[in-house]
């Protein structure tokens, strides 16, 4: 049997971070953007992904990141190893929070989507609705950036 470890929740923040306490702080958060004009980035965006997983899942993992435009065209992707250590005795299921702090590719309006694979298996996928615009406009209702 294949480890499945899974996404509780994924979703783009202002900023974030893990305490010494090991407690996951997350400030900001946001499906949506409002841009001046395009193209653009919008910088230091934090992907927070929240993994939960079992002793089977110790051991390494690749994690695969893809920020794709309305027409699906892909405008970054990254990839990194995950080493997740035993778990202490007596525990069953273990939190694994990832933050990525990242520079978001903005080439026009529209709905972009950040897809997150463990293991060349998709996972979870996280909505953004880029609007752009004069600063002068009202902002859209909803969570924006």
């Not at 499945?4 to 971070?17: C, E, K, T, W």
């Not at 407690?23 to 980035?41: E, M, Q, R, T, Y």
């Not at 690749?62 to 990194?80: D, F, I, P, Q």
Request: aromatic residues 4%.
């Amino acid at each position: 049997m294949f480890p499945r470890m899974h996404v509780a929740f994924a979703l783009f923040a202002d900023a974030a971070n893990v305490s010494q306490e090991g407690k996951l702080n997350i400030l900001g958060v946001f499906d949506a953007l409002h841009v001046g004009n395009s193209p653009a980035v919008h910088p230091r965006a934090h992907l927070v992904v929240h993994l939960k997983g079992t002793s089977m899942d110790t051991g390494q993992h690749t994690v695969t990141l893809r920020w794709t435009n309305a027409s699906g065209s892909e405008l970054w992707s990254s990839a990194g190893d995950l080493n997740v250590g035993a778990m202490p005795s007596g525990v069953a299921e273990m939190d694994v929070p990832l933050i990525a702090q990242i520079d978001l590719p903005i080439d026009g309006a529209g709905p972009y989507l950040m897809s997150i694979a463990l293991d060349d298996e998709p996972r979870a996928a996280v909505p953004v609705q880029v609007r752009v615009g004069s600063a002068t406009m009202a902002p859209p209702p909803g969570l924006v950036s």
